[in-house]
């Protein structure tokens, strides 16, 4: 029997575990719950439902694991721990502070209810977290760096069009190239917030703002901007839209180590993630962690979860000895 | 009380764990186990004792994990079922086609004796391994590609010392950089060998060789260097010494993917390895799942397992809290 999927919240990251789901033929979507009128969401799957989530209750038996798409601010707080009294759930909590609090409240509720919930399974959170754990254990003896991008940063880009003058705008990350480098020739350098990222802004304005002021705002703003080299291009909204609708992303975690009795040998470990679509991406990892949840409880596992806690084996269809095979 | 370690065998992997062991804190090394005489056997580590494999039944309760540094091909297939009887065990075998089989003679074995045993947890197969299972599960749809080096392959360096002429020899397994970057763009490409790695090979000639005829064997040779771009440089014995006496390797293991509804959007996940020591990186790793067998163990699990069924938080010698907090 597949596994039935059921999605809290249809944003972006919902239609993107909606896709992803389709991808996973041990799998199939049953239901996407949302707290507007069902009957103004409009869902790609044919055969899933449109729900309430006043009504979600009723659905306790009819799905296995709940993809909660909410976000880290207010809903996952709140609706993780919520839901994992009735489903097994999985989240993207990105909120890298508060993961011990999210995951105490979640695990006290799903152990009590006896589900698996598994936070935080994203990109960062999650993939990079795990090639950070897996490579300090390597390599007791080194350096981590984190770089993010080349990719939109949507609390950047907010705070742009917070900005008077200015009618809308998208702010890229980027690593600078020549610290990513030196980190990949073992240099171990230490690296200011400005030596490691550039930020980029396309800004559209509003009609006769003054654009020499809008860019000396945007370049001086504490904590957003004024620690980077920021560059910013106005361009028409027609543009904007053209070219700067997408959502990529991505980054580089690194770990420069040494090895030998003398620490006379140098390593280096690079993960690298280029994404087209951010959210579709964090989509695949949740649904791919849905599976795990679905066999860690199959197994009468229950309590919250990380990715640190779960073997790679049970997020892949494939059966042990097929991945034996195959894969190692 | 810390996780006491044996090795058996005292080549250059066997060194690299005694060295990987010092840099893990909640370790100590108790002895090494070797076919040679005791007595010809000088290790680094001071408090640890060398000991002919005929004694090691002796040390059955005075270690708790036995770190197999012998070959693939004769060594391990015996090795590590025989001691998988009386120690938790890990290995690094890492002939991919015999994997399946290893694996059924090392299970039957540790679970009959209630010991844990890790197989083949080197870099390939090993983290490559793993980097190949989690991208294949995250991303479904997609293709993967794993390309070797720069590094010295012992077995085309083998390979060329047998050439009559020859007097010593060392071969490098070079990616060809304009695939590498095909991959990335997300070109998908189909790639022959020799579309994919070039061998470049450094040679030390007899008195009186003829170089011609040297260089024109080893690059017609099959299996090893006919479908492949091959270089031959021709060097002294001194420059041989001088510059080609390391043991480098790494490589790359990238997955191109594609999600969305419409398969409209792309993603890349890559992962690197440089390394200045082949064997002490795969020492280093064979420490690290040296803690996660004692850790399984701990917990009364027994059998064989590879890098696929060990949750990443074994590795670690941090606990789920602190990894949360820092590392997640």
Redesign the interface.
């Known amino acids: 029997m597949n596994i039935r999927i059921g999605i809290l919240g249809y944003g972006n990251l919902g239609r993107?575990v909606?896709?992803?789901v389709?991808?996973?033929p041990d799998m199939e979507l049953k239901a996407v719950f949302t707290r507007r009128d069902p009957q103004n969401v409009e869902i790609?799957t044919d055969s899933a439902r449109v729900i309430s989530v006043s009504e979600i209750k009723e659905w306790k038996d009819r799905i296995d694991v709940l993809i909660l798409c909410g976000g880290s601010a207010t809903d996952l707080p709140k609706q993780t721990p919520e839901y994992a009294e009735m489903f097994h759930v999985v989240d993207s909590f990105d909120t890298?502070a508060r993961?011990?609090e999210h995951?105490a409240s979640v695990d006290a509720s799903a152990r009590a209810a006896g589900k698996v919930a598994v936070i935080?399974a994203g990109w960062d959170?999650g993939?990079f977290?795990?090639?950070?754990?897996?490579a300090?254990?390597?390599?007791?003896?080194g350096k981590d760096y984190t770089f993010w991008g080349r990719g939109v940063s949507q609390g950047h880009s907010d705070a742009i069009r917070r900005v008077p003058g200015v009618k809308d705008g998208k702010q890229y990350t980027i690593p600078v190239e020549s610290a990513l480098e030196a980190v990949?020739n073992g240099e171990n350098p230490e690296l200011t917030a400005r030596q490691k990222h550039i930020r980029e802004c396309y800004v559209v304005l509003e009609d006769g703002a003054d654009a020499a002021k809008v860019e000396e705002e945007i370049r001086t703003m504490p904590d957003y901007f004024s620690d980077y080299d920021t560059t910013v291009h106005f361009i028409s909204q027609e543009e904007l839209k053209r070219d700067h609708s997408g959502i990529p992303h991505?980054g580089f975690v690194l770990r420069s180590g040494v090895?030998?009795?003398e620490k006379?040998?140098?390593?280096?470990?690079?993960?690298?993630?280029?994404?087209?679509?951010n959210p579709?991406?964090t989509?695949?990892?949740l649904t791919?962690y849905a599976?795990a949840a679905y066999r860690l409880a199959l197994e009468g596992q229950s309590g919250c979860k990380?990715?640190?806690?779960?073997?790679?084996?049970y997020?892949?269809?494939r059966s042990?000895?097929e991945?034996?095979?195959t894969?190692?």
């Open positions: 993107g909606e896709c992803a389709r991808q996973n790609l890298h993961i011990p995951f935080s959170p993939m977290s795990l090639n950070r754990m897996y300090s254990a390597i390599l007791p003896e990949r991505g090895t030998g009795w006379e040998h140098g390593h280096l470990i690079e993960y690298r993630l280029k994404l087209d679509s579709e991406f989509s695949s990892i791919a599976r990380t990715v640190f806690d779960i073997a790679p084996a997020l892949s269809p042990g000895e991945l034996r095979k894969m190692l």
